[in-house]
């Protein structure tokens, strides 16, 4: 399958943490990105990780990969309102010539 | 920072009309993707470029659909005979050919397709 799954809605205060998950089905998947999309902007690179590493820490982000359950995560710390858009989870799989596949993408809102 | 332009923004066409979206991507880069996004649903790949040919498309890259590299500078998306269901955003991309294929895709702010 190549589904990328992500939960559709996350509300969260300022100064708290986000995080956002995403599940993925096909273990040939061994790039993984996140993508960040403010209204009616484009789509802007937050951070990726290769399958090598389980861990990636990037300033307030950090991104988990648990290979053997498929499960990514993006964690924000001290969130902020401008942190307020959809996040969206691609994956690249390794024989492609960089087709991404994406989540229907996580509305995140950062309440005061 | 270098980054990817698409024109127009907005693009308002009759149903059964030619459209064509214009992208400028990122100089030093070799591949380069169409996307859309329908409102409310996902991100989809349309079509991968390198090298002056499509590498890979999707099943939604019908025969309406072209892209073409004119000049050294342009990507364009070709619609040839609009339908009300290509109403959509989208989105091209560029990425590096240097080093890995794992290079992250850069992504323009997209251009809005209103069919009427």
């Known amino acids: ?35 960040k999309q403010e209204p009616g902007a484009g789509l802007q690179l937050l951070t990726y990780i290769f399958s090598n590493m389980d861990m990636k820490q990037d300033q307030r982000l950090t991104v988990l990969l648990n290979k053997k359950d498929k499960h990514l995560s993006l964690r924000i710390a001290d969130t902020q309102t401008g942190d307020s858009a959809i996040y969206f989870c691609a994956e690249k799989k390794d024989d492609s010539w960089g087709k991404f596949q994406f989540g229907a993408g996580t509305q995140v809102v950062v309440t005061p | 920072e270098p980054e990817v332009t698409q024109t127009p923004s907005h693009q308002v066409t009759q149903m059964g009309q030619e459209v064509i979206l214009r992208c400028v991507p990122i100089s030093n880069h070799l ?86």
């Open chain 1, 1 to 35: 399958g190549e589904d990328v799954e992500q939960s559709l809605f996350l509300s969260v205060r300022e100064g708290d943490s986000s995080v956002i998950n995403c599940t993925y089905t096909d273990s040939s998947s061994t790039y993984l990105y996140w993508y």
């Open chain 2, 31 to 116: 591949y380069f993707y169409w996307y859309r996004q329908i409102l409310g649903q996902k991100v989809e790949f349309l079509v991968s470029f390198y090298n002056n040919e499509i590498s890979e498309k999707s099943e939604i890259f019908d025969d309406q659909f072209s892209v073409e590299r004119p000049d050294g500078s342009n990507f364009t998306l070709k619609i040839r005979s609009t339908k009300l269901e290509d109403s959509a955003m989208y989105f091209c991309a560029s990425r590096s050919g240097v080093e890995y294929s794992n290079q992250p895709q850069h992504f323009g702010d997209g251009t809005r397709l209103s069919i009427l």
